[in-house]
């Protein structure tokens, strides 16, 4: 009777020790980490919603197309200018140059023809149309065809600030080396149009298709 008691009390130590190493082992009060954590410091990556900013003007007309310079978006031209990027906001409405910060846009425009179909982007190829810097200032992936050269270098963002850009070519002109991206902007002086150098700034948030 003892040998078969001795036998079932091993088992049962055996299947506990089987079922806490199942579970992790014993629970250590504000040990561990549990699912996934967050990067704190880090840029945070939106996907934008058109639907998040309400658009109350009257469209205008507009022929568009896909802009190879934000992949998953439009690009319009209006009357009297050319305007980007631009997202399908219900219907064929395309609600364009948004600033998803403030909640307001550039214009919401009704195509003159049917849009050609526009795939989601690659991951490789997603381009982050907007951004929000640091300190407050927001910068936005510029449309007007008339370039803006800074040190032999094209502005691909135009900022809140006056006569403030981000130079680089799509997503180059952000530094990844670290989980909160990095922005070089330029600030021009408006008496003769040189800027002042370089200044690094963080990017606290980016909006991509």
Not at 28 to 50: H, L, M, R, W, Y
Not at 81 to 91: E, L
Not at 196 to 205: A, I
Request: with cysteine; glycine share 10%.
């Amino acid at each position: 009777m003892k040998r078969r008691l001795s036998v079932w009390l091993a088992a049962g130590t055996t299947v506990l020790f089987l079922l806490m190493a199942c579970s992790g082992g014993t629970e250590q009060s504000g040990q561990g980490a549990v699912g996934p954590q967050k990067i704190e410091n880090a840029t945070q990556i939106i996907k934008f919603d058109p639907a998040s900013i309400s658009a109350a003007s009257e469209p205008v007309a507009g022929t568009c197309r896909e802009w190879s310079a934000v992949p998953g978006a439009f690009q319009c031209d209006l009357a009297d200018k050319m305007t980007g990027p631009c997202f399908a906001q219900g219907g064929t409405r395309l609600i364009c140059a948004p600033d998803p910060v403030a909640g307001t846009y550039g214009a919401l425009v009704n195509p003159s023809e049917a849009l050609p179909s526009v795939a989601p982007p690659a991951p490789e190829h997603i381009v982050a149309f907007f951004v929000e810097l640091d300190g407050g200032v927001t910068c936005a992936m510029r449309a007007a065809p008339e370039p803006v050269i800074i040190n032999g270098m094209e502005a691909r963002y135009e900022c809140s600030e006056p006569y403030t850009y981000i130079l680089g070519e799509g997503d180059s002109a952000f530094s990844h080396d670290a989980p909160l991206w990095e922005a070089g902007i330029h600030t021009l002086d408006p008496a003769t149009g040189q800027s002042s150098g370089v200044v690094p700034v963080g990017v606290r948030r980016a909006w991509i298709p």
